[in-house]
């Protein structure tokens, strides 16, 4: 089973920067994809932006040109770079990791972005 602990989250500015953390329990080489994902008050959860273990990106439209996620193979830990912060990106920010046939979801961090 893996682990994964979110980190990074707050409160920012409009305009602002943000990086969340994703650390997990195991090596990621082991790990087929792992993502973002975010759900916001009265909406469902929604992928934000997702790496796989070869490399490739997929983001949603809202956050492309916003955000950036990256991989650390030696930490075993899954980065989001945001940037431009708007309103609309508040939510909790989960972390997720897709093993074979399995999915791993982190507990989530709060980002709160104020106008």
């Known amino acids: 089973q893996v682990q994964l602990v979110e980190s990074g989250g707050g409160l920012v500015q409009a305009g602002g920067s943000l990086r969340l953390s994703c650390a997990a329990s195991?090596?990621?080489?082991?790990?087929?994809?792992m993502g973002w994902y975010r759900q916001a008050p009265g909406k469902q959860r929604e992928l934000v932006a997702q790496?796989?273990?070869?490399?490739?990106?997929n983001y949603a439209d809202s956050v492309k040109g916003r955000f950036t996620i990256s991989t650390d193979n030696d930490k075993n830990a899954v980065y989001l770079q945001m940037n431009s912060l708007k309103p609309e990106d508040t939510g909790v920010y989960y972390c997720?990791?897709?093993?074979?046939?399995?999915?791993?979801w982190g507990q989530g961090t709060q980002v709160t972005v104020s106008s």
């Open positions: 997720k990791a897709r093993k074979r046939i399995y999915v791993y």
């Open positions: 790496i796989t273990s070869g490399g490739s990106t």
């Open positions: 195991e090596s990621i080489f082991s790990i087929s994809a």
